[in-house]
T-cell receptor
Framework: AQKVTQAQTEISVVEKEDVTLDCVYE???????LFWYKQPPSGELVFLIR??????QNEISGRYSWNFQKSTSSFNFTITASQVVDSAVYFC????????????FGQGTELSVKP | NAGVMQNPRHLVRRRGQEARLRCSPM?????VYWYRQLPEEGLKFMVY????????ESGMPKERFSAEFPKEGPSILRIQQVVRGDSAAYFC???????????????FGPGTRLTVL
């Protein structure tokens, strides 16, 4: 069965600190996609990244970076030099190709960045 | 090209009333997904539809909930005889059609926040 676990419910950091959000997934499929979404206080869902199961290259986009490790079924997200505007709930999600593309979301991690 | 549109953005209903939530997918998108976010929880898949067909409704409650995506017009998520536990944010996402080996990104709407009094 598919499952996404975000063990950290809440994280609080001070501005400029680095922070890593953990994501562990379970799937029996060999072909799947992993995602991160941001949900700011305004409530909309903002797409951050999509990775497929065959591409384990780490990715960096500005202050954001992602570490995908199939060996540990993890897809962790790091924000470098955090800012107050990074305060939001972050969701990790899994989609299996054979399941029609529906997204299985983790419970979310609420990140609070204090000035 | 407008994004996914949902209306209303906020909906208030009294217990026992019906709620109708609308989702207009992006132009060219024929796949629609509905998700529910209960307070303090993550999003949960409800139903996946293509034009005039329900493909996967494994996440839909068995009673009071229904969804449709007609040939013309928006997708509708209908909740009959609402109860307080239905209060949540309902998100819809749309995607292009694709082959079995491809994946097309889902674009999310802004959500409809349903409050049941």
């Amino acid at each position: 069965a598919q499952k996404v676990t975000q063990a950290q419910t809440e994280i609080s950091v001070v501005e400029k600190e680095d922070v890593t959000l953990d994501c562990v997934y379970e799937t029996r499929d060999t072909t799947y996609y992993l995602f991160w979404y941001k949900q700011p206080p305004s409530g909309e869902l903002v797409f951050l990244i999509r990775r497929n199961s065959f591409d384990e290259q780490n990715e960096i986009s500005g202050r954001y970076s992602w570490n995908f490790q199939k060996s540990t079924s993890s897809f962790n997200f790091t924000i470098t030099a955090s800012q107050v505007v990074d305060s939001a709930v972050y969701f990790c999600a899994l989609s299996e190709v054979n399941q029609g593309g529906k997204l299985i979301f983790g419970q979310g991690t609420e990140l609070s960045v204090k000035p | 090209n407008a994004g996914v549109m949902q209306n209303p953005r906020h909906l208030v209903r009294r217990r026992g009333q019906e709620a109708r939530l609308r989702c207009s997918p992006m132009k060219g998108h024929s796949h629609v997904y509905w998700y529910r976010q209960l307070p303090e929880e993550g999003l949960k898949f409800m139903v996946y539809l293509q034009k005039e067909n329900i493909i996967d409704e494994s996440g839909m409650p068995k009673e009071r909930f229904s969804a449709e995506f007609p040939k013309e017009g928006p997708s509708i998520l209908r909740i009959q005889q609402v109860v307080r536990g239905d209060s949540a944010a309902y998100f819809c996402a749309s995607s292009r059609p694709g082959g079995a080996s491809s994946y097309n990104e889902q674009f999310f709407g802004p959500g409809t926040r349903l409050t049941v009094l």
